[in-house]
């Protein structure tokens, strides 16, 4: 199925030879998971999610043009009742979580460079959502530093490289 993406340059879809590898590294934690997804852009990582097993996936974007593709994905994939699509910015959504259920896997894939994923893992590390059991994907810029991680209280559990950029998993340590 082909998913609607938005127009210009402040979304920046993962490829789908990216996508590929990264379900493949997390297709056994997908089943009946509860999947966040932060920054979504188009939602095609959180539909993926969905796509593969997760029971509800979570979708947290600001930007308009983006929540509409979003809306239309998860319609043109009849996904509606295992989504929730928060329309306002991470740090908000975060708090509005609180009682939520613990996350299984938590992906988020914002603006490269502007050590906001610093801040968003500061923000997490004290939900209770958020468990030693979480899964945390963060995908950055291949010169992204996560020298800091372990001030927050996270491991970094796996990393994988690609050409232009990278995914890091986390958990709690």
Do not use: W
């Not at 493949?24 to 852009?41: E, H, T």
Request: hydrophobic share 40%; proline share 3%; net charge negative.
């Amino acid at each position: 199925m082909v998913l609607v993406t938005p127009e210009g340059m402040d979304t920046r879809p993962t490829t789908d030879r990216i996508k590929e590898t990264l379900f493949n590294m997390i297709a056994f934690d997908l089943p009946d998971c509860y999947f966040l997804d932060l920054f979504s852009g188009s939602g095609q990582i959180g539909i993926e999610a969905l796509s593969r097993g997760a029971r509800e996936a979570v979708f947290v974007e600001k930007d308009k043009n983006a929540i509409s593709c979003i809306e239309k994905n998860i319609a043109k994939a009849r996904l509606e009742d295992s989504s929730k699509v928060y329309k306002i910015d991470v740090s908000s959504a975060l708090n509005q979580l609180n009682s939520h259920e613990p996350f299984d896997v938590i992906f988020m894939d914002p603006p490269y460079d502007k050590l906001i994923e610093k801040k968003v893992l500061e923000d997490l590390s004290n939900k209770a959502y958020v468990t030693e059991e979480t899964i945390i994907i963060v995908e950055a810029s291949l010169e992204t530093s996560f020298d800091y991680i372990q001030d927050l209280g996270y491991e970094i559990t796996k990393e994988k490289l690609y050409k232009t950029n990278k995914h890091i998993f986390f958990k709690k340590a």
